[in-house]
């Protein structure tokens, strides 16, 4: 558990109780933006702050980004940029030193372009440093105290011993969202890299993805089981990559033994899989992999699972499979329509699919239709 060093700062029973609710929150999620805007309403409040920004250095370090605002013009200002040392933020982070600014007008480091862009008016800044074990990544800018009041050697107190404590759960926040980025695209390019064997494949898993992410929402899966089945999409079919290309390519029905051939992919797929860590992670996205094929009425493949003995997962991308291949046009067979390819979905519930889930995958689409149309 994550632990503030409290003692002996002075601070009042409502500014440790605030330092703790931010504990707890640090500690709860790997969501960055929700870690920092946090921080940032429990700085804002505690001080009685009119509006504030917390700065994050860019990956070349050239330039300071907003990535929380909050205040009358914060819409305007996550749009705007302070070059690396520019205003107050900017020699701040640059110094890892916290500065009180009584007035910004007489301050020659203000960037006095920003009030000029968004018709806000500065009047007195708080600025703390963001500074890991080793380098400082970025300032939080704190401004105008609601009451007219200036910022005090409390208040610097009290948003110091907030920042210095998260700075570094925010750099390791940041730095799982860039890996986090990195496997997605890397996961996207592996299986587009397959798909392109086949050219009436291409994007398939994507939207298998996207299909299989409506059921999850309207099933009202748990963030973490959504993120899980969002990797088991991109990579149901991935077990491809072991099938012939005359076989992924066939211009018309496939033949017996090229049928049997097929049907390998999702044993070679979850071998694939097999070999990776963690393998806790693993376990829900191979059980994907290897019986998204199984059908409900025990007459599917590789191993002929049925009912609730197929994995949940493996049962959702059955259905978002085989509405995605309804609705998609192939050498020897034209797409059926979205309504086509729901009473062809409807039909087999209890036989091929899941019908409680095949119930709420129809209501998730009618949902998203009239999503899409409201948008014309």
């Not at 700065?55 to 370090?61: A, I, N, P, V």
């Not at 007195?124 to 005090?152: H, Y």
């Not at 890397?186 to 992410?213: C, F, P, T």
């Not at 009473?343 to 409680?356: F, N, S, T």
């Amino acid at each position: 558990m994550f632990d503030f060093n409290i003692e002996n700062m002075g601070l009042k029973t409502g500014e440790i109780n605030k330092l703790l609710k931010v504990s707890r929150v640090l500690n709860s999620t790997l969501d960055l933006e929700a870690v920092i805007s946090e921080v940032l309403f429990q700085v804002l409040e505690a001080v009685g702050a009119e509006a504030g920004t917390l700065w994050l250095l860019s990956e070349d370090g050239e330039l300071l980004e907003p990535a929380v605002a909050l205040g009358p013009k914060a819409d305007v200002i996550r749009d705007l940029k302070l070059r690396r040392g520019e205003g107050i933020s900017g020699k701040v982070a640059e110094s890892g030193d916290p500065l009180l600014v009584e007035d910004v007008t007489k301050d020659e480091r203000w960037a006095r372009r920003f009030d000029q862009s968004t018709g806000f008016l500065t009047k007195t800044m708080m600025v703390v440093p963001l500074v890991t074990t080793e380098r400082c990544i970025g300032s939080l800018q704190i401004i105008n105290k609601v009451n007219g009041e200036l910022f005090n050697e409390g208040d610097l107190t009290f948003a110091r011993a907030l920042i210095n404590q998260c700075a570094m759960i925010i750099e390791n926040r940041r730095e799982y969202t860039h890996q986090n980025q990195f496997l997605e695209t890397m996961l996207k390019n592996i299986i587009s890299a397959i798909e392109s064997r086949d050219e009436y494949s291409v994007g398939h898993s994507q939207r298998v993805g996207r299909y299989s992410l409506m059921l999850a929402e309207e099933m009202g899966m748990q963030e973490r089981d959504i993120k899980l089945l969002k990797r088991a999409s991109y990579l149901h079919d991935i077990g491809k990559i072991g099938i012939h290309e005359s076989v992924l390519a066939a211009a018309g029905p496939l033949d017996p033994a090229a049928a049997e051939a097929l049907k390998k992919h999702p044993t070679i797929g979850a071998k694939i899989l097999s070999q990776m860590e963690p393998k806790v992670v693993i376990r829900q996205i191979w059980a994907g992999v290897m019986y998204h094929h199984e059908n409900y009425d025990g007459s599917g493949y590789p191993t002929g699972l049925s009912g609730d003995d197929i994995p949940e997962v493996a049962r959702i991308l059955s259905i978002a499979n085989s509405f995605d291949r309804l609705t998609t046009d192939r050498l020897f067979r034209k797409r059926t329509t979205e309504e086509g390819a729901l009473a062809e979905i409807e039909k087999g519930a209890g036989v091929l699919y899941d019908p409680v889930l095949v119930d709420l995958f129809i209501k998730a689409a009618m949902k998203q239709r009239h999503i899409d149309t409201a948008k014309l």
